[in-house]
């Protein structure tokens, strides 16, 4: 991985495109329709011009974007909107509707800007949402970015929901409810506890975190009435990661905990399953979340909302989380560039 050097050029943030029916691309635009945000990044955005034009006449814009047309990364200009074209093709816009081709093109665009981040020639990469039925292939059979970015990057991650309220991590992603329980193993919750512990040293700057752990059953399985899981596997791994320096609590009933307030004591949540953090999340942020996956090597951010099938083309798609996704992977970019500085080897 390339090291920045931030005195010598601005940095590159990489956007895919995602579904090119959905709000991907009146979100990207209306972000930069603020010349502000090319002060914090330069955008490469890996799509087509054509369909961002489509998209540009269809959005009241505060005022126009200059977009730059480039083969590669490295010919990114600053204060534009650079645009690598995917295909030479016809591209069919169908607003509002799943195509074949709108998958395709996610496809490539997630593994062109994947290729980019490995040679360094973008910096950050923030996505814009897919739909993951379209998306799927002989050569993409994931769940969604999260799984593809780990098995991309050869690495385990940890899917985390951020607003200025919460920091939720989530055990198992994308997984039907009837397959928790068993997936709730000791090494995978000791992974995720570990790693949502380092990202929040290392990415969110925060010097001793304090970790609370939800748990599986209703009221923590109400000393085995209910349930013993809580007992049995979730205790046992806190308990572990306590004897290891890591601050973390619980199994706490979600109900109760969310219900109290009790997370505002606490730097990260982490949720066994994915309705059991997100559903909390987006009550109290829909409109400006962001999805950061933890433990990759390279920063990568998302809106924390779906394709908006129902509003696009409309103009009533809010850019709010898409902008504060470009707000996190910059800022995340500089705080591990400085947790790395302070924690060098000084024999070295």
Do not use: W
């Not at 970015?145 to 899917?159: A, D, I, P, V």
């Not at 500089?334 to 080897?345: A, G, M």
């Amino acid at each position: 991985m390339e090291k920045i050097n931030e005195k010598k050029r601005m940095l590159r943030l990489g956007i895919t495109h995602g579904d090119l029916n959905g709000v991907g691309y009146e979100v990207i635009l209306k972000t930069f329709s603020d010349s502000r945000m090319f002060d914090m990044c330069t955008p490469v955005l890996y799509g087509s011009s054509k369909v961002a034009s489509y998209h540009k006449k269809l959005t009241n814009l505060h005022q126009d974007i200059p977009f730059n047309n480039i083969r590669v990364a490295n010919e990114a200009a600053p204060k534009k909107l650079n645009i690598i074209n995917l295909t030479n093709d016809e591209v069919k816009i169908e607003v509002g509707r799943s195509t074949e081709q709108a998958g395709l093109l996610s496809r490539m665009a997630l593994d062109r800007a994947c290729e980019d981040l490995k040679n360094g020639t973008i910096d950050m990469l923030v996505t814009a949402p897919i739909n993951k039925k379209n998306i799927q292939s002989d050569n993409f059979d994931f769940p969604g970015h999260t799984e593809y970015l780990s098995h991309q990057f050869g690495c385990s991650s940890l899917m985390m929901m951020v607003c200025d309220k919460i920091r939720i991590g989530i055990v198992t992603n994308h997984l039907a409810l009837q397959d928790v329980p068993s997936a709730i193993t000791h090494n995978l919750l000791y992974d995720k506890i570990v790693l949502m512990n380092e990202s929040l040293k290392r990415d969110f700057g925060i010097s001793i975190p304090r970790i609370a752990v939800l748990a599986l059953d209703p009221h923590a399985g109400d000393n085995g009435v209910i349930g013993d899981a809580d007992i049995k596997v979730v205790k046992p791994v806190i308990e572990e990661a306590q004897s290891k320096g890591v601050l973390a609590y619980g199994p706490y009933p979600s109900d109760g905990f969310f219900g109290s307030s009790e997370f505002n004591k606490f730097d990260g949540v982490l949720a066994l399953y994915h309705d059991q953090g997100l559903i909390p999340f987006k009550l109290m942020s829909f409109t400006e979340g962001v999805n950061y996956t933890a433990g990759l090597p390279y920063v990568r951010t998302s809106p924390a909302h779906g394709t908006g099938y129902d509003i696009a083309g409309k103009d009533k798609a809010s850019e709010q989380s898409f902008r504060s996704s470009v707000y996190l992977a910059c800022n995340i970019l500089r705080n591990r560039h400085e947790y790395d500085e302070l924690t060098v080897d000084p024999l070295k």
